[in-house]
């Protein structure tokens, strides 16, 4: 095997952990390992989760989150960064001054809700969402309820994810990815920036176990641009492998297992 000599692209994923290791900051290093580049991370909180839900989750202080950052971006540097789970309008708004001042890509994951339903954002932290994180955001990853708690646009079909876009490109991000997966029949997605659109569509798998498939999608975004694809390239890869890694799902615990970030590796085994 040769010896690397160059460093892989870096990517920062400011987020919160999941204990379990199916979704945040856990699932985003794994997807970025995957895929070539080098993961780094920023934490904004710490939760007790399983593949029963969120039993307890503690944001961590702005100046803990900011002192991260600094640390790896000033002395490293990234060639992207994706957001996750920033709990409080405190720490999205710390976050979306710090990204203002990095050039580098970003990929926003406006998480709200974790996938048994718990509360991974404070309602008030809507706001700053809105009027201070997207509009850093090169591409922002909205599932459906996302949507709801962010525009009240609540979609059905895909005329409707055609206006969730629009409503979520009001607000500044450069691309909008509307996340269709909650729809009935295939798994499809809207990619838009206002004026072209991608229409991605993959089948629907009959596994239950996709814990953590938003964090991935968005951590596998970020790596496509960090190797320097174009958005419409880097989501269509995201995607592809986004859905092998739910076909390989597995069952943990008692509830909804993860995605299997590893299914290349294990398919090329």
């Known amino acids: 095997m040769p010896i690397r000599t160059a460093a892989p692209p870096r990517v920062l994923t400011v987020a919160g952990s999941d204990s379990g290791g199916g979704a945040g900051i856990q699932a985003d290093l794994k997807t970025m390992l995957a895929l070539g580049v080098h993961g780094m991370s920023v934490l904004t909180a710490v939760t007790a989760q399983n593949s029963l839900g969120v039993q307890g989750a503690w944001e961590l202080p702005v100046d803990a989150v900011r002192a991260q950052y600094r640390s790896v971006v000033d002395d490293i540097g990234v060639q992207a960064v994706k957001t996750g789970m920033l709990a409080s309008a405190a720490l999205v708004e710390t976050v979306a001054e710090l990204l203002a001042g990095t050039d580098a890509p970003v990929?926003?994951?406006?998480?709200?809700?974790?996938?048994?339903?718990?509360?991974?954002?404070?309602?008030?932290?809507?706001?700053?969402?809105?009027?201070?994180?997207?509009?850093?955001?090169?591409?922002?990853?909205?599932?459906?309820?996302?949507?709801?708690?962010?525009?009240?646009?609540?979609?059905?079909?895909?005329?409707?994810?055609?206006?969730?876009?629009?409503?979520?490109?009001?607000?500044?991000?450069?691309?909008?990815?509307?996340?269709?997966?909650?729809?009935?029949?295939?798994?499809?997605?809207?990619?838009?920036?206002?004026?072209?659109?991608?229409?991605?569509?993959?089948?629907?798998?009959?596994?239950?176990?996709?814990?953590?498939?938003?964090?991935?999608?968005?951590?596998?975004?970020?790596?496509?641009?960090?190797?320097?694809?174009?958005v419409p390239t880097a989501v269509e890869g995201a995607k592809e492998y986004v859905t092998g890694a739910i076909r390989a799902g597995f069952a943990l615990g008692g509830g909804i297992g993860p995605v299997d970030h590893g299914w290349r590796t294990r398919s090329a085994g």
Do not use: Y
């Open 107 to 230: 990929v926003v994951d406006p998480v709200g809700v974790s996938k048994h339903g718990d509360a991974l954002l404070a309602a008030e932290a809507l706001d700053s969402v809105r009027t201070k994180l997207l509009p850093v955001a090169t591409v922002a990853t909205p599932n459906l309820d996302e949507v709801a708690q962010l525009t009240g646009v609540q979609v059905t079909d895909e005329d409707g994810m055609r206006r969730a876009a629009e409503e979520i490109l009001a607000f500044g991000p450069r691309w909008a990815l509307i996340k269709g997966g909650h729809l009935p029949g295939e798994a499809v997605d809207l990619l838009t920036d206002g004026s072209a659109e991608h229409w991605l569509r993959a089948p629907r798998h009959d596994n239950r176990h996709t814990h953590g498939t938003g964090c991935t999608l968005a951590s596998a975004i970020a790596a496509g641009l960090a190797l320097g694809q174009d």
